[in-house]
């Protein structure tokens, strides 16, 4: 059974940091594309980034690219996501998924 628990959410300043966290079983983690999307109240759910376990390949979306950082530990069968300089807009619920299957989320919010 897969399993998707994300941790590392928060209240967070515009231009701070927050380092999401993504604990995976249930699958061969070391050998597949994961991703982080994102949905906020009311708008529709954007997809972030992927990365190849395997082989540390990773692809990100225009809105996010050189402020949020995907990366990988296959010892310990986690995903995370370095969010920088953190603005208002990037207040949302985050998922990790693979392929169909999501954990609960974690909420971000950015508030002065």
């Known amino acids: 059974e897969v399993q998707l628990v994300e941790s590392g959410g928060g209240l967070v300043q515009p231009g701070g940091s927050l380092r999401l966290s993504c604990a995976a079983s249930?699958?061969?983690?070391?050998?597949?594309?994961m991703t982080w999307v994102r949905q906020a109240p009311g708008k529709e759910r954007e997809w972030l980034a992927l990365?190849?376990?395997?082989?540390?390949?990773?692809q990100y979306d225009d809105s996010v690219k050189g402020r949020f950082t995907i990366s990988r530990d296959n010892t310990k069968n986690t995903l995370y996501l370095q969010l920088n300089n953190l603005k208002t807009e990037d207040t949302a619920m985050y998922y990790c998924?693979?392929?169909?299957?999501r954990g609960q989320g974690t909420q971000v919010t950015v508030s002065s």
């Open positions: 998924k693979k392929g169909p299957f």
């Open positions: 249930g699958f061969t983690f070391a050998n597949t594309d």
């Open positions: 990365i190849n376990t395997r082989t540390g390949y990773t």
